[in-house]
């Protein structure tokens, strides 16, 4: 089963602007991560954060995280035709070492 | 440095065929996970290992075996394949040094496996 959702489903803005897409998720997690997956390619980590922390920056990345709502947001700022790709989701579950959770992304276009 | 190399890319199997997928790291992690990624699913865990000798299963590991002889190798088979295997099948590892909850997972560049 699905442990993250990610929301929307398909996302397009044109270059220079800023893409924030959402992530929730059902049961208590350890982190969470985001990866990023070009056409044809396979994922690639962006940023993590754990269960304890409320946001994270990395680069142009921000990431927030709410336990309450079991839910997460991945801001990109000043988007560029290359950040094109889909985004995953990612929760490593309380008790679980080893085994991460993928939600069914977000598809990001930006436009030049 | 090639991390996570995955072959063949591309499979074409008729129904009831066998075949072996396999994945190669070179960056000495212990861990190391097969996923299938179909539209609109995201991806899901078929196996998983945690060092040379040991595997278990994920999420979805019914119709394939796994076996990890060698600490850099991940062998996915499928032994008798169906349509329902059509997928793009992705090897990953990650390092099982210090607070192993907390490292990335590294990526191949995927399988993709038609059966007819």
């Known amino acids: 089963s699905q442990q993250g959702e990610e929301d929307p489903q398909a996302l397009s803005i044109q270059e220079g602007e800023n893409a924030t897409m959402n992530c929730s998720y059902k049961?208590?997690?350890?982190?969470l991560q985001w990866y990023r997956q070009n056409s044809g390619r396979g994922l690639v980590h962006l940023i993590l954060?754990?269960?304890?922390?409320r946001e994270k920056h990395s680069g142009r990345l921000r990431v927030t995280l709410d336990t309450s709502k079991k839910s997460s947001s991945l801001l990109i700022t000043a988007s560029r035709a290359a950040d094109t790709a889909s985004y995953f989701c990612a929760t490593l579950r309380s008790g679980s070492a080893r085994q991460l959770t993928f939600g069914s992304g977000t598809q990001l276009t930006v436009l030049p | 440095n090639a991390g996570v190399t995955q072959t063949p890319k591309f499979r074409v199997l008729k129904t009831g065929q066998s075949m072996t997928l396999l994945c190669a790291q070179d960056?000495?992690?212990?861990?190391m996970y097969w996923y299938r990624q179909d539209p609109g699913m995201g991806l899901r865990l078929i196996h998983y290992s945690v060092g040379e000798g040991t595997t278990a299963k994920g999420e979805v590991p019914d119709g394939y075996n796994v076996s990890r002889l060698k600490k850099q190798n991940f062998l996915l088979g499928l032994e008798s394949a169906a349509p329902s295997q059509t997928s793009v099948y992705f090897c990953?590892?990650?390092?099982?040094?210090?607070?192993?909850?907390?490292?990335?997972?590294?990526f191949g560049d995927g399988t993709r496996l038609s059966i007819l």
């Open positions: 990953a590892s990650s390092t099982s040094r210090e607070r192993v909850a907390w490292q990335p997972q590294h």
């Open positions: 960056m000495n992690h212990e861990y």
């Open positions: 954060i754990r269960s304890n922390e």
């Open positions: 049961t208590s997690i350890n982190n």
